[in-house]
């Protein structure tokens, strides 16, 4: 009987070890690439597809437009701009604003740090409920390279906690084609429920609120005339 050299054992005892340990591969579905944007998203294998993306999301850097099936209730909008010389924490603002009127009566939001195709990320998460729906809305905002990148999801009925790795397994598909960090690790648990306003700007809520010279509401369309960037709820 033939025996394996404890040289080849250990090598092949440490490739074993090293496979276990790596992030797990993504099942790719679905892939759109976004030269101009600098962004590529690989869909899972099941569950989301990909959608027109409206006239006024696009003048606003907005690229990909992802929906989920009838068990995923879900949207997914991924965007890119240049910094045009706005700060960072600027943007991030602004886009805190949107996630909070999309979540529609706040019940609880948090910013924290995560990461966005592997480079260091802004995540802002709000929960609330439109029209009596439960929504909870995912923003990363983040910037490389004179560049901002912003991925939002918008989920509702609750199912954030029930299918949370689809939803993972659906942000870990964002990719920049250049300038992109290490393949991200799997989520370990599900999203918080969220029952404090911690986000910055949770005192601008309501549209009435909002400073003079700041965003504006006309119907279901916001407007943030000094970034010149519009969001239609």
């Known amino acids: 009987m033939q025996t394996v050299p404890s040289r080849a ?8 070890v090293a496979c276990l340990l ?13 030269k101009e944007a600098n962004l590529k998203w690989t869909l899972p294998v099941a569950g989301f597809e990909f959608a027109d993306v409206p006239e006024e999301l ?3 850097g907005f690229v990909a437009l992802v929906r989920g099936a009838r068990d995923l209730p879900m949207q997914g909008y991924l965007a ?5 010389g706005l700060a960072l924490a600027a943007f991030q603002e602004e886009v805190v604003r949107i996630a909070r009127n999309l979540a529609g009566d706040v019940q609880g939001s948090t910013t924290t740090e995560d990461t966005l195709s592997g480079i260091p990320a802004t995540l802002v998460q709000v929960q609330g409920k439109s029209d009596g729906t439960p929504q909870y809305v995912r923003a990363w905002v983040a910037e490389k390279a004179d560049r901002f990148y912003v991925l939002i999801l918008r989920i509702y009925h609750g199912v954030e906690t029930k299918r949370w790795k689809d939803f993972d397994e659906l942000k870990r ?26 986000a910055p700007g949770s005192g601008g809520v309501s549209p009435e609120q909002w400073p003079e010279k700041g965003p504006t509401r006309e119907e279901n369309v916001i407007s943030f005339p000094t970034h010149n960037i519009t969001w239609t709820l």
Do not use: M, N, W, Y
């Not at 598909?173 to 648990?189: C, D, F, K, N, W």
């Open 9 to 16: 054992r250990h090598f092949f005892l440490v490739a074993c």
């Open 173 to 198: 598909g964002v990719r920049l084609i250049t300038g992109a960090g290490g393949e991200e690790s799997p989520a370990t648990e599900a999203p918080p429920a969220l029952t404090a306003d911690q």
């Open 58 to 60: 696009k003048q606003s």
């Open 22 to 34: 790596a992030s797990p591969a993504l099942a790719e579905g679905p892939s759109k690439e976004f």
């Open 80 to 84: 890119s701009r240049k910094t045009d």
